[in-house]
């Protein structure tokens, strides 16, 4: 398998470092629902985790769940920790506003057919490996308390600092993009805090340790349980672009110095989902929720094939009309398979799975992927029984659900729309191609489309 190592800027080939790939997921931060943009993130766990299980690799991936230390604007200073943050807005503990929205993920990831991973541990529930870990880094001269008592790393201290992100310390000047103030607590101003002490205001979330109560900072938290549940020896780790720096410089520079060792063999990271134009996030005000998609009558899956039809490391534009075009891909996808499992056993024949395979081993290419088994769908050569096969085959790597019961989802038109219908009906028979036209226009402002295909009219209800 090949992935697109960001440290090392090329396309490697993965070669577990054990019997088992060892693989680390920046998860959620569970103070809102995850939005399609973080599941997108996540879905390339999904195809990491898929593809070497269908190359017979045993697998170990663990994805944390933030619930702590993770600051409203992601730097260090000033800001709110975003789960106190939103326990102010709800009025619900900290950590009340955990468990519903790590539910939520889990349903989420379940709704897109993304594999379990091996564990979700928790950062408010490993504490304890962050202190042992931070005072590993102060033993070591990596780490030193400031001014006002808070544990911080020292920059300096890691000559190697900003191989994955190319932001070397050097080019870091006070004051840069995730610094908003200057903390006089620390002794270089791109040094970042490992262990903050609590302001007397906050009284949820704080532990104590031998620097005094706090929390710990973001960083210190994937290190912590990366270490602890992976060892030292990682064969990837992933996230979304946006975290290449600071957030995974900075647990680089945790690992590979509590370690001496480089810790992490490849970063892989997947591109930004955008929609109407502008990355999706809830500062931009344009968060689609998996949800949205079921309240519109979309299948989730109909997203997971957008993603598919995309690659992981190219950004992508969403759009409703691009959900919309997955959906009835889907849906004509399960009926096929319905339609043939009805008339023929499948038969092995590998030709069109081993292009699947060879392009989803090559750096996911999931788009060349589809469009083989688009190519399987539409050809008049291929026997209905191989087709079959090659379907739920691809099943293993692409997570469409072809492997589910399909139901034809039943419809009821109103009387309206019945009647609008059996007129275009008439009309077409008639071939008064106005009239139908009309007909159509009227039945598409009811939000029904109408498709006329060699079995005669068909309804579609849009969502
Ligand atoms: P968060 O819950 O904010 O910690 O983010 C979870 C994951 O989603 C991280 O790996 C982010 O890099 C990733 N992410 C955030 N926004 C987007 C987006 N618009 N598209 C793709 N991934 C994203
Ligand atoms: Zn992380």
Redesign the pocket.
Known sequence: MFLYDTKMRKKVEIQPLSETLKVY????????D?????????LLNDLIHRTALAKGWKVKLIQNI?DVG?MVDDTDLGTEDKMLEQSKKEDLTALAIAKKYEAKFHQDLNRLNILPATSYPKASETIDLMVQLIQKLIDKKHAYQGADGSVFFDARSFSEYGAISGNRLADLKPGHKFETEVDDNKKFHADWALWKLAPPTRTQLIWDTPWGSGFPGWHIECSAMSLDLLGDEIDIH??????RFPHHEDERAQSNAASEKEVVKHWV???????EGR???KSSQNVVLVEDLINKGLNPLSLRLVFLEHRYRQQLDLTWNTLQAADKTLTRWYRLIAELKKVCQPVVDEEYLSQIKGFIENDLDTVNAILTLREVEKSTSISNEVKLHTFLSAEKWLGLGFDQDFIEKEVNFSEAVLNLAAERKVARANKDWKKSDELREQLSALGVEVLDTAKGQELNQLP
């Open positions: 997921a920046c998860g959620p931060t569970v103070y809102r995850a939005h399609v943009g973080n599941m997108r993130t996540f933030t993770h992933t996230g979304g672009i946006d975290l990271h997947a591109e930004h989902l955008l929609f990355k999706m996030s």
